[in-house]
Each structure stands twice: as structure tokens, then as C-alpha cells.
């Protein structure tokens, strides 16, 4: 089995600033894209930024220039540096990640963590 396990939300004023953490553990061969995404009050699940095994990030347009995306590799972690948190920022944030599983099952699985909450107010 494979799982992802977040930490590092909370609660921020407007203009500060929190780390997310993603902890891959399990049955892992490889780390193909992980990422972000989040899901704010009455809105749909959105991509935040996303990380490929090469190292080539994407970025939501409305967190660039504030969020950095990090990884890494020898750990299967994935980090979410959010600075400059606005209200809107307010959401779940879920880790995703491609993961290629050790012999002998050797299989493909996209797999998410279960959130973690940040809440952007004063």
C-alpha cells in the first residue's frame, strides 16, 4: 500500500505565510508529478502547483509568484512554501502524486493524501 500523509495547515493571518508538507510512504519504486490541489468552501477542487520527478513545476496562476513548490526526492516528500496567504487562499489542501509502485506488483497508482486545512483570516 501506498499512502500520502499532509501536515503544516492551520490558521494565518492575511499576508503570512505556512509550509505544507506531502510524506509518501509504502510500497514506492518512483515519484512520477506530485502536487497540490485544494478545494475551498463551495468551489470545485483546483490544481495549485505541481512538481514533475525531472524537477519542472506548474503553477496555478492565482498563487504565482507567492507559492513554491519543492521535493524531495530521497525523502518522497513534497513541500508547498505559501507566502503573501490571502483570504481566498482559504481551502483543503490535498496532496496528489503518480506513483510506481516496487516489484512485484509494479503498478501505476494515483493516489491522494486525505487534506489538511488552511484558513487565511484575521
Known amino acids: 500500500q501506498v499512502q500520502l500523509v499532509e501536515s503544516g495547515g492551520g490558521l494565518m493571518q492575511p499576508g503570512g505565510s505556512l509550509r505544507l508538507s506531502c510524506a509518501a510512504s509504502?510500497?514506492?519504486?518512483?515519484?512520477?508529478?506530485i502536487g497540490w490541489y485544494r478545494q475551498g468552501p463551495g468551489n470545485e477542487r483546483e490544481l495549485v502547483a505541481t512538481?514533475?520527478?525531472?524537477?519542472?513545476?506548474n503553477y496555478a496562476d492565482s498563487v504565482k509568484g507567492r507559492f513554491t513548490i519543492s521535493r524531495d526526492g530521497a525523502e518522497n516528500t513534497v513541500y508547498l512554501q505559501m507566502n503573501s496567504l490571502k483570504p481566498e487562499d482559504t481551502a483543503v489542501y490535498y496532496c496528489?502524486?503518480?506513483?510506481?509502485?516496487?516489484?512485484?506488483?509494479?503498478?501505476?497508482?494515483?493516489?491522494w493524501g486525505q487534506g489538511t486545512l488552511v484558513t487565511v483570516s484575521s
Open positions: 512538481i514533475t520527478s525531472g524537477g519542472t513545476t
Open positions: 509504502g510500497s514506492i519504486f518512483s515519484i512520477n508529478t
Open positions: 496528489n502524486a503518480g506513483v510506481i509502485t516496487r516489484l512485484p506488483s509494479a503498478r501505476y497508482l494515483e493516489i
